[in-house]
Every structure is written in C-alpha cells, then in structure tokens.
C-alpha cells in the first residue's frame, strides 16, 4: 500500500516513513508543495498525509486540485495550527481525517488503515487477526466464530492494538487514543490497566490466545 | 477636593480679608472727611456770625442782647469770657438732643471772640452722623458686598467647571473606560483648549504604543505556541520510533515512557497557551443557541469512566437550560471547570454538578486551599499533582472575562465550589 508524505520538516518525515514502512507501508515523500504536485498527478496513492503549511504553499491548494481531478486518493491533513477552521475546511474540501501535531505514531497508523480500509475494500469492513475478527460497521467482534462481548473502550483498544500489531504502543498513546484531551485526568497505569485486563480476560474466555504483550514500563505490543 | 474649588478658596478668602479690612478703614475715612467738611462750615458760620454782630450797631444793650440770643440760639452760644487770648478750637462732644431725644455727637467750634471792645467765648455746634448708623450702613454694605462676591465667585465656578473642564473630564471618563485587551484605540476629540489637546495626544499616543506591544505579545505567544507543535511532533515520533527497538533494557523503557509523559505535559501546556491566546485574539467570535444541559451531560459522559476508575461519586442535577454564546467556549469552560474537580478530588471522594437557571456549579470536596484568592491565576498549581498544566482555571477565568459571566468559587461544608452565570 502506498503512502506520500507530504511535510518539510525533514526529521519528522523520516520517523513517520519509518513507523510506516514497519508496516509494510511503501512511503514516498515530499518537502515542498511542488514536489507534491508533480508526484500527486504522476502517481495514485492509498493514502496521502498532508501538512498545511508549506514552504512553497498551502497544502489546502493541493488538496482542492486533488479533488477537482476526481482523485480518489485517501487525505489526512497533518497540521501544527489546530484551529477549527482548517479542521472545517479541510473536510469540507474532501479531506478525510484530520490530524493535529504532535501526535503519537501508533495514531497516525490507526487513522491510516482506517482511511485506507474504507477508501480500498469497500463493502468489506471486516479485520482479521489470526482468529479474531472484527466487524467495523456492527463494531461487533468475533473469536473462533464466537461473540466476544466488549465495551465500547475495550472494542476501540482492540482495533487500535490490530492497527498497531507488532508494535509497542505506549500507555500514553493508547490514552490519548481512547480518552481524547481528558487522557490528562487519567492515572494511566490503573486506567489502561484495567482496560487491558478486561480485553485479555474476555478474548481468551472466547478461546482466542492472548496476543497482548506487556512490555514492561511502557506499554503493550499486540503480536501473534 | 476639585481644581477649581481650590483656587476658589483661595479667592473667597482674599476677598473676605479684604472686604473686612476695609469696614475699619472706610468707616475712619468717611469720618475724616465728614469731621473736616463740617469743621469747615462750623469756622464758616463762626465768621459770619461775627460779621453779623458787626453790623448790629444799632444795639445799645450789646450785653443783654447777646445773653438773649444764648439763650434762644440751639447751636450758637455766646458768653462773656475773662480770657483775652484769641483762639480756636474743635471737639466732637456728645450732648442730649432734645428734638430726637437722644444721645448725639456734636461737633463743636470754641473761639475767644472781642465783640466790641470785649471778649466772648463763641460756641457754634452742629449735629454728626451717628457712628453706630455709620457703622451699620457700611456693615451693610460689605455684607451684601460678601454675599455677591461669594454668589458670583461660585455661580462662575460651577459654570466654569462644566464648560471649561468638560473635555477633561470627557477625557477622564474615556481613560476609565479604556481596557487594553479590548483591542481598541483610543480616541481623542479636539478641544481648542492647548493644554487638554496635549493632554489627549500624550494619552492617545501612550495607549496607542501600549496597544501595539500587547497586540504584538499577544501574537508572539500564538505564533511560539505554534512554532513549538512541530519540535514537539518531532521529539514524540522519535519516542515512539525508538520504542520499537527490541535491545532496550528496563530501565532504558522506563525512561522512554517518562520522557513520552513529559513529552505530552509540553504539549497539553502549549495546547493550553494557544487556547488562551486564542481566546484573547477573539477566534471564538460566532454565537449560537447552547443547550447547557446537552453539553453538560457529553462532558459528564466523557469522563464518567475515569471518575469511576478514581472511584469518585458524581451527583448531578441538570436542569434544562440555553445561552447564545459561543459552543467551543462553553465546552472548554466546563470541561476544565470538570477535569479541575476530578483531579483535584482524591480517591472515593464526591463531585456534585449542577445546572440550573444559566447557572453551572460543580462543587468537590477536598481540604480547604491556602490561598484562595489566587485560584484562577495562571501556573497556579497545588504542588501535589504535577499532572496538571495550570492553566485550566485561567482559561475559564479568560472564557468568564471575555463573555462578562460571573465567576465565582467558595469553599463550605468541606466542598469547593466553582460556578459560573451564564448570560444571556
């Protein structure tokens, strides 16, 4: 699957390809608005993140070209202005998620397969993992063909954990993930932790294995 | 005390000091002049007398007839002397006037008189202005003399105060008025008076240049704040990148995940500065109909899950209710007004929030504060919880400002209450 990345900050391009490529994403990138012209019409991409502000331009510019083209591209806009109004712009031009720096990667990732199941298998809104499956439209899940009951937190730690297989998501990410801007309030170890309890107890009663990994001191990897 | 009534003190009193001065003076000068005036005529009527008396030479009995004329005259006198020296004399004597029945004072004119061959003692008097009178009328005059000068000084004064002083005061109330953050400038009228235009071109001028440093500082935090999200971005993918790496020790995890924590604190505080900023620059300008107890009730939901996790008992009351405001505003507002109770609520205590009349009140009990009055100040933090970025009540305290809502907080029965009126 194929993902451009379009951002000047140099330092952050190359951690985000990095996280990505891990998840055999093949990543391309632009640093200017030009570059990104040129490879935007070359080319057809899965997915492409897209930074407001520019050295050359306005990434809202390429984003409106984009769409008048009737590109199918998937569009996540990447910006350090979290302001409403680019936020409404952005969608309403066709955008489809909307990311405010700084963000955590295994986010970025989530909002990547996110974008990209919904724009390449349409009709199909199902993940698997080994012998878990997850229904993303009745947000329903399913071990060995049985119903696995979760709450609406432990279902969204699942997906973002499936997202994210084989990675170490921190506490914090998964956090922000799950509580947004009230992940402040949260001591996260008790509030994560019991999250995390209650998905393994619940999968491995439905007679999946338990995939959950901690690693001690920062987080969990989901891994078969 | 006013300018004017200064100056018009000073005046009044040199006014009166002079007008009683001048009762003794004018009272001993009109007496000077009516004692020389009347001298005058006194030693006039004493040498027509005696001019008289020389052409009476028809008189054989000189004696007897000058006895008589003694005697009938009121203010002729004339009685045969043994003195022989030639003089004159004036006195002011008090005698009973037998017309007005009274005490009176009389100016009187003693000559030694040689009426044919002999010498006379001629006493020619005549009636004075009564010194009490005198006193009185001059009095009276300086009386009302006072009561005009003292009237006229006031009705010019107050006058004067409303015409003359009106642009300073127009001024005054103007500066009053004046609030730096409202990102206006001050105006000024001109005056035709010297002093109040350059009274008003100094005032303009030094609100213009404070307005532009606070307009610049204002965009200096909004552009830092946002300057500072793309290291911020940069240092929290590096953590995450570096994570991955399957030779980290424990303790080199351990620090990774306090670096993230601290990672997120920097940005939770520079997502706050940009808010506040924010708010200041007035980027929540549109207005809409809020229902208060729709979004009460999401912000209660949003953190039902780490209150039960704290073990916190909410209670709520949420009665039906709307505003016109602006709904971001009102979402930060109680929300921080929220995650304020709940993290300053310790483990199995108790968060009662309430909506009712406009009014939003959540109330959480803990021990009472040190310092009370400096709650809503920013950076303002019980040391305990470091979690915080201290700035969530400044950002209510901003939200409350710009909106003109009342804020309010108390501490009673061992709760903290916090409540807001909303308006209109």
Same mark, same amino acid.
């Given at each position: ?27 391309? $990138? ?31 510019? $390429? ?18 202005k979290n302001s409403l109004d680019d936020k409404v712009r &952005?969608l309403n ?5 909307y990311?405010a ?13 996110? /974008? ?10 199902? $993940? ?19 119903? /696995? ?27 922000e993930?799950?509580s947004g801007d009230d992940a402040e309030l ?30 001690? &001191? ?7 | 005390?006013?300018?004017?009534? %200064? ?9 009166? %000091? ?74 002011? %004597?008090?005698? !009973? ?22 010498? !006379? ?58 609030e730096?953050d409202k990102n ?34 204002k965009?200096?935090i909004e552009?830092?704040s ?42 939770r505080l520079n997502k706050n500065l940009l808010l506040l900023s924010k708010i200041d620059n007035e980027q929540f300008i549109e207005k809409e109909d809020v229902d208060l107890q729709a979004t009460t009730l999401d912000v209660i939901a949003k953190i039902r899950d780490i209150a039960?996790?704290?073990?916190l008992?909410m209670i709520n009351s949420i009665e039906a209710g709307r505003t016109l405001a602006n709904k971001t505003l009102i979402e930060v507002l109680i929300t921080n007004l929220l995650h304020n109770a709940v993290r300053h609520t310790? %483990?199995?205590?108790?968060i009662h929030v309430m909506v009712k009349d406009k009014t939003f009140e959540v109330a959480n ?10 709650i809503f100040e920013r950076?303002r ?7 915080s970025t201290g700035l969530g009540l400044a950002i209510v305290k901003k939200i409350c400002d710009l909106c003109s809502y009342e804020q309010h907080y108390e501490?009673?029965?061992?709760l903290h209450v916090f409540s807001v009126k909303f308006w209109p």
């Amino acid at each position: 699957m194929k993902i451009l990345i379009i951002e000047d900050e140099k330092e952050l391009v190359k951690s985000m390809a990095q996280y990505l490529r891990q998840e055999s994403y093949v990543c391309e $990138i632009a640093y200017t608005a030009h570059e990104a012209n040129e490879k935007v019409f070359l080319f057809e991409y899965d997915c492409i993140l897209l930074d407001i502000n520019l050295p050359d331009g306005n990434g809202l510019k $390429i984003l409106e070209k984009l769409k008048d083209n009737n590109k199918t591209d998937g569009v996540i806009i990447i910006t350090a202005k979290n302001s409403l109004d680019d936020k409404v712009r &952005g969608l309403n031009l066709g955008a489809d998620d909307y990311l405010a720096k700084p963000f955590f990667l295994p986010e970025l990732v989530a909002r990547v397969s996110a /974008v990209i199941r919904r724009k390449r298998f349409d009709g199909n809104t199902k $993940i698997t993992f080994q012998e878990i499956t997850v229904d993303l439209l009745g947000k329903t899940v399913h071990a060995h063909d049985q119903a /696995v009951d979760l709450t609406r937190k432990e279902y969204d730690l699942l997906v973002f954990l499936i997202a994210n297989k084989n990675r170490v998501v921190s506490k914090n990410a998964i956090a922000e993930h799950l509580s947004g801007d009230d992940a402040e309030l949260l001591d996260k170890f008790d509030f994560i932790y019991t999250h995390i309890k209650n998905l393994k107890k619940k999968l491995s009663e439905a007679g999946a294995i338990d995939y959950i990994q901690t690693v001690y &001191g920062l987080g969990y990897k989901f891994t078969a | 005390m006013r300018l004017l009534q %200064v100056s018009l003190r000073s005046l009044l009193l040199y006014s009166l %000091v002079l007008v009683i001065i001048s009762i003794p003076v004018s009272l001993y000068s009109i007496r000077e002049i009516l004692n020389e005036e009347v001298d005058e005529s006194l030693t006039l009527n004493s040498q027509q007398f005696l001019e008289h008396l020389k052409n009476f030479e028809y008189l054989d009995d000189l004696e007897t007839d000058l006895h008589v004329l003694d005697q009938l005259s009121y203010n002729i006198h004339i009685k045969p002397t043994a003195a022989t020296i030639q003089k004159n004399s004036f006195e002011t %004597v008090i005698q !009973y006037d037998s017309i007005e029945h009274e005490e009176r004072p009389f100016r009187q004119l003693s000559s030694n008189v040689i009426v044919k061959g002999k010498p !006379y003692l001629l006493t020619i008097s005549m009636s004075l202005v009564d010194n009490d009178d005198l006193i009185t009328a001059i009095g009276i005059v300086q009386i009302i003399l006072i009561v005009l000068l003292t009237g006229g000084l006031l009705f010019i004064n107050r006058s004067l105060s409303k015409k003359l002083w009106t642009p300073f005061y127009k001024t005054i109330s103007r500066l009053k008025a004046y609030e730096l953050d409202k990102n206006e400038a001050f105006e000024v009228e001109k005056t035709n008076i010297i002093e109040f235009d350059d009274l008003n071109t100094a005032i303009g001028n030094l609100t213009e240049r404070n307005r532009k440093v606070f307009l610049h500082q204002k965009e200096f935090i909004e552009n830092a704040s946002h300057e500072l999200q793309t290291p911020l971005a940069i240092f929290q993918s590096k953590l995450d990148v570096l994570m991955q790496s399957s030779a980290l020790s424990e303790s080199s995890a351990e620090t990774i995940a306090e670096l993230e924590a601290t990672a997120q604190r920097m940005s939770r505080l520079n997502k706050n500065l940009l808010l506040l900023s924010k708010i200041d620059n007035e980027q929540f300008i549109e207005k809409e109909d809020v229902d208060l107890q729709a979004t009460t009730l999401d912000v209660i939901a949003k953190i039902r899950d780490i209150a039960d996790t704290n073990q916190l008992s909410m209670i709520n009351s949420i009665e039906a209710g709307r505003t016109l405001a602006n709904k971001t505003l009102i979402e930060v507002l109680i929300t921080n007004l929220l995650h304020n109770a709940v993290r300053h609520t310790s %483990v199995g205590g108790s968060i009662h929030v309430m909506v009712k009349d406009k009014t939003f009140e959540v109330a959480n009990s803990g021990k009472p504060l040190s310092d009370p009055e400096r709650i809503f100040e920013r950076f303002r933090k019980d040391s305990a919880n470091s979690e915080s970025t201290g700035l969530g009540l400044a950002i209510v305290k901003k939200i409350c400002d710009l909106c003109s809502y009342e804020q309010h907080y108390e501490y009673k029965a061992d709760l903290h209450v916090f409540s807001v009126k909303f308006w209109p």
